[in-house]
């Protein structure tokens, strides 16, 4: 995978630090998605808050797996698999990154280091692209 072991270590950090009140802390990245793209909220036909822990939960073992290739890719194809019929495309992929790399900057403040922020951008890309990949989507 194409991420250092540096990063690998940055991410499961950083996101250790927001574990523990993972609820509160993610509220708002749904609200942001929203917010960048208003036409996504008619796609989530749950409670925002379950759809919120449903994604942190998924993202936690991802975090948790970095270094373990047969786990992830596990993941993914599961992750894909869900998101195949939801008419969601590439764009929307961008705008769900800009969300999540927002509320890790408003959690985590000062620690949000540039050098984190990198290693989390570069683990969203291998997601998302995996993600794209294996869910044909376009
Ligand atoms: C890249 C990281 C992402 C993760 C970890 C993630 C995670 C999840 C999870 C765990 C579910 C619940 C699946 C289920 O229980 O069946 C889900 C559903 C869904 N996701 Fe994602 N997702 C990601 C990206 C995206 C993106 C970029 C979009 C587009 C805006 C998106 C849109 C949706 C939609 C529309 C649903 C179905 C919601 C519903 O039926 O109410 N996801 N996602």
């Keep these: 995978m194409s991420l250092t072991d540096e990063q690998i270590e940055l991410v499961r950090g950083s996101f250790a630090m ?16 929203f917010r960048f793209d208003p036409s996504l909220r008619k796609l989530f036909t749950g409670d925002i808050g379950d759809q919120t822990m449903h994604y942190m939960t998924a993202l936690g073992v991802i975090v948790d797996n970095l270094d373990n290739d047969d786990v992830l890719m596990d993941r993914y194809t599961t992750l894909a698999e869900q998101h195949a019929m939801t008419g969601i495309g590439r764009a ?47």
């Design 92 to 138: 929307d992929f961008e705008t769900m990154g800009a969300a999540l790399i927002e509320t890790l900057r408003e959690n985590l403040g000062e620690a949000f280091t540039e050098e984190v922020e990198e290693a989390w951008n570069a683990a969203y890309q291998e997601l998302a692209e995996e993600m794209m990949e294996l869910g044909n989507i376009r």
């Design 18 to 33: 927001i574990r523990d009140q993972i609820e509160p802390r993610s509220v708002g990245l749904y609200r942001k998605l």
